[in-house]
């Protein structure tokens, strides 16, 4: 299924937040520090809640660690800009496809750029910068899970 992956995060509620959403959507997050705060249970409570301990979450102690885990694991490279060329809408998603988000402060440096498959962007209304980087990660996993079919089931009715 696809998953999401995080650059050097800044803001922990952010953070909470995405890894909320994977919990929900039992997608994988991979973390790729350093962070701009402890990534500790602690910093990620309260936008995260009690849903954290449902992630399946992997830490990568820098970019170096992730490309050499990516590398073994070979999974395409999807960056979420907005320097994009592509809509994310009109991206044909595959199953093993890692959503990767920048840093709210600065996105990501050139060599991230570089190493991803394509750059996806979500469409806006000219002139204005940028979504939150949890609501930009929710639309493209939720766009990826939808075009892959891995959503999870929906309970029974009642």
């Known amino acids: 299924m696809p ?7 800044d803001i922990p509620q952010n953070t909470g937040t995405m890894l909320r959403l994977a919990a929900c959507l039992a997608a994988p997050v991979h973390i790729i520090e350093p ?4 990534v500790s249970d602690r910093n990620l409570r309260r936008s995260g809640m009690d849903y954290l301990d449902r992630v399946d979450l992997t830490r990568h102690i820098s970019w170096r660690a992730f490309a ?5 694991d070979g999974g395409r490279l999807l960056l ?5 060329a592509i809509a994310y809408t009109a ?4 199953p093993d496809d890692i959503i990767l988000v920048g840093r709210e402060s ?22 204005l910068r940028s979504l939150n980087v949890a609501v930009t990660a929710a639309m493209m996993l939720g766009e990826a899970f939808r ?3 891995t959503f999870p089931p929906s ?3 009642t």
């Open 155 to 157: 309970p029974p009715e």
């Open 68 to 72: 050499e885990w990516r590398q073994e």
């Open 3 to 9: 998953r999401l992956a995080i650059y050097q995060p």
């Open 91 to 94: 991206y044909a998603f595959q």
């Open 106 to 127: 600065a996105g990501v440096p050139e060599d991230v750029h570089a190493a991803a498959a394509a750059r996806l962007l979500v469409p806006m209304v000219e002139g």
């Open 80 to 84: 979420a800009t907005t320097r994009g």
């Open 147 to 149: 075009q892959t079919g």
């Open 35 to 38: 962070a701009g705060f402890d």
